[in-house]
C-alpha cells in the first residue's frame, strides 16, 4: 500500500529499514521487493535496494527457503506440498524450493501428520467409517501432505489401541 499523505521513501532509506527487518529475522527477495513496492519505490530503485541487500548477505534465498521449510513445519503443522506452493508463491524458484523441502527430516513430517490427524480424530464425528476416514484424508490433503503419507499414518493411527475402535 502506498503512502498516501508522505513521500515515497528514498533508495537510502528503504535499505536501512530493510536491513534493520533482515538483521532480525530471514526473508526472501520477493517479500522485499514488495516491501519497497508498498513504500513507493519504483521498480528500478526497488531492485537496486534488493540488489544491495543480495550483495551485503542480507537476504539470501537459499538460505530463507530451509528455514521457513522448517517454521511451517514445526509450527504450522504444515506438509511438503503446502510449504512447496508457498515458497513458489513468495518467488521462490522450483529447484531451491524443492531441494529445502526434501532436506527436511522424512520421519518429522510423518510425526507432524500423526499428531495433526490424532487432534482431528478428537474433534471428529465417528459415525460412519467411511465419512470419517474421506474427513481425515481430506483434512490432511489441506494440510498440504500427499495421500500414501496420510495413509500411512492413517494406518499407524488404526494400529494403535486408541484410535482402533474409532475406524
Known amino acids: 500500500m502506498l503512502r498516501p ?6 533508495e537510502a532509506q528503504a535499505f536501512d529499514k530493510l536491513a534493520t527487518l533482515c538483521a532480525a529475522s530471514e526473508h526472501c ?4 521487493l514488495d516491501k519497497c ?3 513507493g519505490l519504483t ?4 531492485e537496486r535496494v534488493v540488489s544491495q541487500l543480495v550483495g551485503e548477505r542480507f537476504v539470501d534465498d537459499n538460505r530463507f527457503a530451509p528455514l521457513y521449510v522448517r517454521d511451517k513445519a514445526r509450527f504450522g503443522g504444515w506438509g511438503p506440498v503446502k510449504v512447496r506452493a508457498q515458497l513458489r508463491a513468495k518467488g521462490i524458484d522450483d529447484e531451491t524450493a524443492s531441494s529445502a523441502v526434501e532436506a527436511f527430516d522424512k520421519d518429522e513430517w510423518d510425526e507432524i501428520l500423526l499428531h495433526a490427524l490424532r487432534q482431528k480424530l478428537r474433534t471428529t464425528k465417528k459415525d460412519d ?3 470419517l476416514f474421506a474427513s481425515m484424508v481430506r ?5 498440504g501432505f500427499d495421500y ?3 495413509r500411512h499414518a492413517l494406518d499407524k493411527l488404526i494400529d ?5 475402535d474409532d475406524f
Open 160 to 164: 494403535t489401541q486408541d484410535a482402533a
Open 43 to 46: 521498480p528500478d530503485a526497488a
Open 148 to 150: 500414501a503419507s496420510i
Open 5 to 10: 499523505s508522505r513521500q515515497p521513501l528514498s
Open 139 to 143: 483434512f490432511g490433503m489441506q494440510r
Open 37 to 39: 513496492k508498498a513504500w
Open 129 to 131: 467409517p467411511q465419512k
Open 29 to 32: 527477495r520477493q517479500e522485499m
